[in-house]
């Protein structure tokens, strides 16, 4: 028992080690996808998003997350796709805007 548990915690907690760091990476896009989300919702509820803007403001974050996805293929998020994302998410947080307040 002592044995199995000297060799297997130090495996766990390695693996915790390379884990983290692409769980924190991937964590501040994640909310910004959830908070532009919200904001799409929020544009629904009060009229100012016809069906056929939300659809496309939709269909714009669901192509963000699929490029996270991708990106996140090799088990990491580097500096250029993290900045990548961010330009796609700045751009569709513009185009929120500006659906919002046609």
């Known amino acids: 028992m002592e044995r199995t548990l000297r060799i ?3 495996s766990f907690v390695l ?3 390379v884990a983290l760091p692409i769980l924190v990476g991937a964590g501040p896009i994640e909310e910004r996808q959830q908070r532009q989300q919200d904001r799409i919702a929020e544009g629904i509820a009060s ?3 016809n069906p056929r803007e939300a659809a496309r403001l939709e269909a714009g974050q669901a192509a963000i997350g699929a490029e996270k996805r991708a990106f996140l293929q ?3 998020l580097g500096p250029r796709e993290r900045a ?3 330009r796609d998410q700045n751009r569709a947080s513009r185009h929120i805007y500006r659906e ?3």
Do not use: A, F, T, Y
Request: hydrophobic content about 35%.
């Open 84 to 86: 990548k994302l961010r």
């Open 47 to 49: 009229g100012s998003l």
């Open 74 to 76: 090799d088990g990491k």
């Open 15 to 17: 693996g915790l080690l």
């Open 100 to 102: 919002k307040h046609d």
């Open 8 to 10: 297997l915690l130090p």
